[in-house]
């Protein structure tokens, strides 16, 4: 069965720092990447994708992501946060083939001054 | 203006009433999803259809039904609704096997 584990479910850091969400899944074959960000009160929006290719993808906003087979991750970074960061960061994975998406249970970021 | 439209943004109602949510794109996608995220925001799919065809139904209640007139629109009906029932529900939409987006929700509440 395929799964998503986002291992923190809550980050907190200083505006103009570095981060790193972790986002580990489970699956046989090779999966369709997503991060996806929150924000209070609105849906969800599309930060980035790896389909294939080059394991660096780089998304809106300044985030990127790696994609690492053999660790089975998909992280996403940020060389430089800003207040206007904090929400909530799904991930999310696609197995080919069907029309099921399978989400993280979040990591919620918060970004201090 | 192309995106995912949904109806109502909040709605409170009382145990036991019928409550409708409406959802449009104007993407042009040919596949739509329910979902539900609960005030832990953890998201549970319910429904998707491709091309007005249910091709997922996870194990919800059977006081929710989906309602899909034609590509572009993907209603919800809960009838009867329980305590349990208030969270945020969001409609998605996606061409094929790729990416979703996603309108902003719908906020039940029940009393």
């Known amino acids: 069965a395929q799964s998503v584990t986002q291992p923190d479910a809550r980050v907190t850091v200083s505006e103009g720092a570095s981060l790193q969400l972790r986002c580990k899944y489970s699956?046989?074959?090779?999966?369709?990447l997503f991060w996806y960000v929150q924000y209070p009160r609105q849906g969800l929006q599309l930060l980035l994708k790896?389909?294939?290719?080059?394991?660096v993808v780089q998304g809106v906003n300044g985030f990127e992501a790696e994609f690492s087979k053999s660790n089975s991750s998909f992280h996403l970074r940020k060389a430089s946060v800003h207040w206007s960061d904090s929400a909530v960061y799904f991930c999310?994975?696609?197995?080919?083939?069907?029309?099921?998406?399978?989400f993280g249970a979040g990591t919620r970021l918060k970004v201090i001054a | 203006e192309t995106a995912v439209f949904q109806t109502p943004n909040y709605h409170v109602t009382q145990v036991g009433n019928e409550v409708s949510f409406n959802c449009k794109q104007t993407l042009g996608h040919d596949t739509m999803y329910w979902y539900k995220q609960d005030s832990k925001k953890l998201l549970k799919i319910m429904f998707s259809?491709?091309?007005?065809?249910?091709?997922v139904n996870e194990t919800v209640p059977r006081r929710f039904s989906p309602q899909s007139s034609d590509k572009a629109h993907l209603n919800l009906r809960i009838k009867s609704v329980e305590p349990e029932d208030s969270a945020v529900y969001l409609c998605?939409?996606?061409?094929?096997?790729?990416?979703?987006?996603f309108g902003p929700g719908t906020r039940l509440t029940v009393l």
């Open positions: 699956y046989s074959g090779t999966p369709y």
């Open positions: 998605a939409s996606s061409h094929g096997l790729v990416e979703q987006f």
């Open positions: 999310v994975l696609r197995s080919t083939g069907n029309y099921k998406y399978v």
């Open positions: 259809y491709n091309n007005k065809q249910l091709i």
């Open positions: 790896y389909y294939s290719g080059d394991p």
